[in-house]
T-cell receptor
Framework: GNSVTQMEGPVTLSEEAFLTINCTYT??????LFWYVQYPGEGLQLLLK?????DKGSNKGFEATYRKETTSFHLEKGSVQVSDSAVYFC???????????FGTGTRLTIIP | GAVVSQHPSWVICKSGTSVKIECRSL??????MFWYRQFPKQSLMLMAT?????????EQGVEKDKFLINHASLTLSTLTVTSAHPEDSSFYIC????????????FGNGTRLTVT
């Protein structure tokens, strides 16, 4: 079956540091891959997605590349801000199909 | 932007009682809503798919008589945890899709249920 393994948190970084949150997956077929973010007191929001191998999803300075050869979808940002503090979830599924498989979430805290 | 309101945000109840959690789409219509459950340090697990005007579809291993889902309108789905036990303590999250094409999922803020 499908599964997502996500870097355990919590992760604490200083402002302007480089961020990587690792995500690897196991799936049959060719799933779409997603990163969701949950800011304090809010619901999950789609941050970015990639629907096929070698696609790069990007949004708000975050990027992730769909790597089929390593079954990975690592989230990166070159310079984090305090406002990026949130919980980040990696997920896989079929775009348009709500049966998403989520990772455990990684809590990120950015300190000034 | 589209908002899904989930209520209550947290609830404490005694064993044996029932608890109802509401999920509302505030500015869009959702023929389908989804209920997830998250245990500490574990993934969100899809429990069931709530369909407006029809029976919910439950994932394998989820007791439909334990977790009653009602989706009576295009903007409201409810999850009732019946005869709650301490092992039902968890974080419950709903999501909804705007029925317009190619819209993303919108998630509620979640409900923390503690059964004492």
């Amino acid at each position: 079956g499908n599964s997502v393994t996500q870097m355990e948190g919590p992760v604490t970084l200083s402002e302007e540091a480089f961020l990587t949150i690792n995500c690897t997956y196991t799936a049959t077929g060719y799933p779409s891959l997603f990163w969701y973010v949950q800011y304090p007191g809010e619901g999950l929001q789609l941050l970015l997605k990639a629907t096929k191998a070698d696609d790069k999803g990007s949004n708000k300075g975050f990027e992730a590349t769909y790597r089929k050869e390593t079954t990975s979808f690592h989230l990166e940002k070159g310079s984090v801000q305090v406002s990026d503090s949130a919980v980040y979830f990696c997920a896989l599924g079929r775009f348009g199909n709500e049966k998403l498989t989520f990772g455990t979430g990684t809590r990120l805290t950015i300190i000034p | 932007g589209a908002v899904v309101s989930q209520h209550p945000s947290w609830v404490i109840c005694k064993s044996g009682t029932s608890v109802k959690i509401e999920c509302r789409s505030l500015d869009f219509q959702a023929t389908t809503m989804f209920w997830y459950r998250q245990f500490p340090k574990q993934s969100l697990m899809l429990m069931a798919t709530s369909n407006e005007g029809s029976k919910a579809t439950y994932e394998q291993g989820v007791e439909k008589d334990k977790f009653l889902i009602n989706h009576a309108s295009l903007t409201l789905s409810t999850l009732t945890v019946t005869s709650a036990h301490p092992e039902d303590s968890s974080f419950y999250i709903c999501s909804a899709r705007d029925q317009r094409e190619n819209s993303p999922l919108h998630f509620g803020n979640g409900t923390r249920l503690t059964v004492t």
